[in-house]
């Protein structure tokens, strides 16, 4: 036996580890596909050269295991550092996450088809002994190996919910949503690396935790008054220091930039962004007061901005919905050096913070009558001496609408970790941290085949995923020795998972992906095993 506990839903049928476990072929992990094209765009090499010294390596890239499929690989990788206490807890897990990578689903039941696979799966989620948050360092050290091929990365830090049914409040789940939704499950707050280019290589952090019934006064300054390690201030802290530690136990020295928003404006995260190692952009929630004697012309952040010239311009083009029209927007770029006066409001404590505060506004001329400016003010540790410095810092902030990505694959889209039924707060976790690791693995294939849909396949595919899936698809005029883009096999795989084409209502999602992959991966293990066409 694996670990402790019994199933929740079946009943067993037998003892040990299946067959096709023990058979598993051992090899060394590979860093998950980091592309020799995945590196920073000559537009914008000035935070390499200037900054940093680090080159990248393409070695990092072209690791991979023998034979492996790609689901199987990036499991091995993923999973196979954890420390659970026992190896074959460990050849357990990443049988699991292999099988949620290829079978994405909800429920147990749905991912595990087998009767002994089902059991030995709760008998993993149910055990006392496995933490869910070794599970999760262990993908946040395979990230790092990631992030290790470039001298820095964005890291999107965000936080969210997960909802899960517990009518008897017997699960030991907090309340997430409203006062009025008093509905149950587990916040999470978590950081999502994304490479200088915008491939997103997987999670470097994740806090579990839940959350008590919220304050009947709303926006009551009690709550101000606490000490930090009494706020949810500290999960922001936490998943910040986890990932500068991942990054260190594998040995880079690869600089994370940490990319917030308005809810991570709180005067310990932007202390912590001060901390070697690391740099920091956050979206300002508030007109913050500047350090210095009251006799200086300007006092808060925004007067100080508004009292700059502007550095540049740049157009950006605004799709239409949520009551607001389409259009190619113009916005004006400010920039200014600021001192932040950070205050302690338990103790009284006051701090100064030299930032850099980058102001990007939509001009009079571009906003619709009845539409308020596009506007975005954002503090940053980055040193902003340029318009092309404040590009870049623009840049990296909008590298952090790709933890909306993953939350919605994770939530709601391919994985639909909130369909669980697990039993206990302890369980789901497990879970949930398995499910969030494979649901970057499916953001990351989708957004090559949308964004880099030129790459060689062969950066996330082996010879014997190409040759099953042009037998499968019959391109016409493709040979089997071809090696197509990676563009063309995801659209291919999911034509055969049911992707329609436009009238599906957009590109491949990672669900149409998953179910071609499942017929792709039956074949790629004949092909593998030594059969010829």
Same mark, same amino acid.
């Given at each position: 036996?694996?670990?402790?506990?019994?199933?929740?839903?079946?009943?067993?049928?037998?003892?040990?580890?299946?067959?096709?476990?023990?058979?598993?072929?051992?090899?060394?992990?590979?860093?998950?596909?980091?592309?020799?094209?995945?590196?920073?765009?000559?537009?914008?090499?000035?935070?390499?050269?200037?900054?940093?010294?680090?080159?990248?390596?393409?070695?990092?890239?072209?690791?991979?295991?023998?034979?492996?499929?790609?689901?199987?690989?990036?499991?091995?990788?993923?999973?196979?550092?954890?420390?659970?206490?026992?190896?074959?807890?460990?050849?357990?897990?990443?049988?699991?996450?292999?099988?949620?990578?290829?079978?994405?689903?909800?429920?147990?039941?749905?991912?595990?088809?087998?009767?002994?696979?089902?059991?030995?799966?709760?008998?993993?989620?149910?055990?006392?002994?496995?933490?869910?948050?070794?599970?999760?360092?262990?993908?946040?050290?395979?990230?790092?190996?990631?992030?290790?091929?470039?001298?820095?990365?964005?890291?999107?830090?965000?936080?969210?919910?997960?909802?899960?049914?517990?009518?008897?409040?017997?699960?030991?789940?907090?309340?997430?949503?409203?006062?009025?939704?008093?509905?149950?499950?587990?916040?999470?707050?978590?950081?999502?690396?994304?490479?200088?280019?915008?491939?997103?290589?997987?999670?470097?952090?994740?806090?579990?935790?839940?959350?008590?019934?919220?304050?009947?006064?709303?926006?009551?300054?009690?709550?101000?008054?606490?000490?930090?390690?009494?706020?949810?201030?500290?999960?922001?802290?936490?998943?910040?220091?986890?990932?500068?530690?991942?990054?260190?136990?594998?040995?880079?020295?690869?600089?994370?930039?940490?990319?917030?928003?308005?809810?991570?404006?709180?005067?310990?995260?932007?202390?912590?962004?001060?901390?070697?190692?690391?740099?920091?952009?956050?979206?300002?929630?508030?007109?913050?007061?500047?350090?210095?004697?009251?006799?200086?012309?300007?006092?808060?952040?925004?007067?100080?901005?508004?009292?700059?010239?502007?550095?540049?311009?740049?157009?950006?083009?605004?799709?239409?919905?949520?009551?607001?029209?389409?259009?190619?927007?113009?916005?004006?770029?400010? %920039? $200014?050096?600021? +001192?932040?006066? /950070?205050?302690? &409001?338990?103790?009284?404590?006051?701090? #100064?913070?030299?930032?850099?505060? @980058?102001?990007?506004?939509?001009?009079?001329?571009?906003?619709?009558?009845?539409?308020?400016?596009?506007?975005?003010?954002?503090?940053?540790?980055?040193?902003?001496?340029?318009?092309?410095?404040?590009?870049?810092?623009?840049?990296?902030?909008?590298?952090?609408?790709?933890?909306?990505?993953?939350?919605?694959?994770?939530?709601?889209?391919?994985?639909?970790?909130?369909?669980?039924?697990?039993?206990?707060?302890?369980?789901?976790?497990?879970?949930?941290?398995?499910? %969030? $690791?494979?649901? +970057?693995?499916? /953001?990351?294939? &989708?957004?090559?085949?949308?964004?880099? #849909?030129?790459?060689?396949?062969? @950066?996330?595919?082996?010879?014997?995923?190409?040759?099953?899936?042009?037998?499968?698809?019959?391109?016409?005029?493709?040979?089997?020795?071809?090696?197509?883009?990676?563009?063309?096999?995801?659209?291919?795989?999911?034509?055969?998972?049911?992707?329609?084409?436009?009238?599906?209502?957009?590109?491949?999602?990672?669900?149409?992906?998953?179910?071609?992959?499942?017929?792709?991966?039956?074949?790629?293990?004949?092909?593998?095993?030594?059969?010829?066409?």
């Amino acid at each position: 036996m694996l670990a402790g506990g019994g199933p929740v839903e079946v009943p067993s049928t037998g003892e040990g580890r299946p067959t096709h476990l023990r058979k598993q072929r051992r090899g060394r992990p590979r860093p998950f596909g980091v592309p020799a094209a995945a590196r920073p765009r000559a537009a914008r090499p000035r935070l390499a050269s200037r900054v940093f010294s680090l080159p990248t390596r393409p070695g990092l890239r072209s690791k991979r295991l023998m034979h492996s499929r790609p689901a199987e690989s990036w499991a091995e990788q993923e999973f196979g550092s954890a420390k659970l206490g026992d190896l074959r807890r460990t050849e357990r897990l990443k049988y699991m996450g292999r099988m949620v990578a290829e079978r994405p689903a909800g429920k147990v039941t749905e991912v595990f088809e087998r009767p002994m696979d089902r059991e030995a799966a709760y008998r993993f989620l149910e055990s006392s002994s496995i933490d869910h948050r070794e599970i999760a360092a262990s993908a946040h050290r395979a990230c790092a190996e990631r992030a290790a091929a470039y001298a820095y990365v964005f890291v999107s830090v965000d936080g969210t919910s997960l909802n899960f049914t517990d009518r008897s409040r017997a699960k030991g789940l907090g309340v997430v949503g409203t006062r009025k939704q008093s509905s149950q499950g587990i916040q999470v707050m978590s950081g999502l690396v994304v490479s200088p280019d915008g491939v997103p290589l997987g999670l470097s952090g994740m806090e579990l935790w839940t959350r008590k019934a919220p304050a009947k006064v709303k926006g009551s300054r009690k709550h101000d008054r606490r000490r930090t390690e009494e706020k949810e201030t500290r999960y922001w802290q936490s998943v910040m220091s986890q990932t500068t530690t991942s990054l260190e136990e594998v040995g880079t020295t690869t600089l994370p930039w940490f990319q917030l928003d308005r809810g991570g404006d709180a005067w310990p995260v932007l202390l912590e962004g001060f901390e070697p190692g690391r740099l920091l952009t956050v979206r300002a929630a508030y007109d913050r007061l500047l350090w210095g004697s009251e006799e200086e012309p300007c006092r808060q952040v925004r007067e100080k901005l508004e009292a700059s010239s502007i550095v540049g311009e740049y157009t950006l083009a605004v799709k239409g919905g949520h009551g607001r029209r389409a259009r190619v927007a113009r916005m004006e770029v400010r %920039a $200014a050096e600021v +001192t932040l006066r /950070l205050v302690d &409001t338990s103790t009284g404590d006051r701090w #100064p913070a030299p930032m850099h505060a @980058v102001l990007a506004r939509e001009t009079a001329d571009s906003t619709p009558e009845d539409e308020r400016p596009l506007e975005w003010l954002l503090l940053t540790t980055f040193p902003v001496e340029s318009f092309a410095d404040a590009e870049l810092v623009l840049f990296g902030y909008s590298q952090r609408w790709r933890i909306e990505d993953f939350h919605r694959l994770w939530k709601t889209g391919a994985c639909r970790v909130e369909d669980s039924q697990l039993g206990d707060f302890d369980h789901l976790a497990r879970w949930a941290v398995i499910q %969030a $690791a494979a649901a +970057t693995f499916f /953001l990351r294939l &989708t957004h090559l085949a949308r964004h880099q #849909p030129e790459l060689p396949a062969t @950066v996330e595919f082996e010879a014997s995923e190409l040759k099953a899936t042009i037998m499968l698809r019959k391109p016409a005029g493709v040979s089997i020795e071809a090696v197509p883009t990676i563009g063309e096999v995801v659209l291919w795989i999911s034509e055969m998972g049911g992707y329609t084409g436009k009238s599906s209502g957009g590109p491949p999602g990672a669900m149409v992906l998953a179910r071609g992959l499942q017929r792709v991966e039956v074949l790629a293990g004949v092909l593998t095993d030594g059969w010829e066409p």
